[in-house]
């Protein structure tokens, strides 16, 4: 099973509102990710978690806030955002460097 | 610095047509990994093939067939036949090793296919 689940599909939320976003993936591993891809570009990389620790952000801002519960579920936190954030939130899951990384269907969030 | 170049912004075919994705790479490390990705206008990422450095050997599954020269850094994906069901963006990555043995997919600016009955 290469499933990565991710909920919830659509979101519309304002900009002073707080939502969170749900990942989830039974494949045991232990490095999981959060991207944001605008539209008609490449995925980039917000955060990466490895054995549930925080390892990389790459210089997000503080309105988005992960969350790693425990080894399956990756949560990100949304909270004052504003519309530019509007985009596709993709969580993707590995094993250890080198492998492929599972991505799920994605969050498609909107900013109002 | 890693680099992913994928010249072709979009490519239009008409069904059963073999078309060839490029993908070119810039690495300064000596291992590293090569990716495809598949993205349907649904929106998932779907991983298609995962290459080391150590291994240059083509691939083929299907209708798909990958070339990987190190010579010319080049990572090309071919789809004979093509179908409809090809449309997609198709994204070629390098990986980045992290800390705590994990990677950022350097993805490059992706391929749009369009394949017409």
């Known amino acids: 099973d290469t499933e990565v689940t991710q909920t919830p599909k659509h979101l519309v939320m304002g900009m002073t509102n707080k939502k969170s976003l749900k990942c989830e993936q039974h494949m045991g591993h232990r490095a999981m990710y959060w991207y944001k891809q605008k539209a008609k570009k490449p995925p980039e990389l917000m955060f990466v978690?490895?054995?549930?620790?925080?390892?990389i952000n790459e210089s997000v801002p503080s309105r988005f806030s992960p969350e790693c519960p425990n080894s399956s579920l990756l949560n990100l936190h949304l909270h004052a955002l504003q519309p530019e954030d509007s985009a596709l939130y993709l969580c993707?899951?590995?094993?250890?460097?080198?492998?492929?990384?599972?991505f799920g269907p994605g969050t498609r969030l909107t900013v109002t | 610095a890693q680099k992913v170049t994928q010249a072709q912004t979009e490519i239009s075919v008409v069904e059963k047509e073999d078309v060839t994705l490029d993908c070119v790479y810039e690495?300064?490390?000596?291992?590293?990994?090569l990716f495809w990705y598949k993205q349907p206008p649904s929106g998932e990422l779907v991983f298609l093939i995962r290459r080391n450095s150590f291994d240059e050997q083509n691939e083929i599954s299907g209708r798909y067939s990958w070339n990987f020269q190190k010579s010319t850094s080049s990572f090309n994906f071919t789809i004979t036949a093509s179908q409809v069901v090809d449309s997609a963006v198709y994204f070629c990555a390098l990986s980045e090793p992290l800390r705590w043995n994990t990677d950022k997919l350097i993805f490059g600016t992706g391929t749009r296919l369009q394949v017409f009955p």
């Open positions: 978690y490895s054995y549930e620790k925080l390892s």
């Open positions: 993707a899951s590995s094993q250890p460097t080198g492998n492929e990384q599972y």
């Open positions: 690495t300064r490390d000596t291992t590293y990994y």
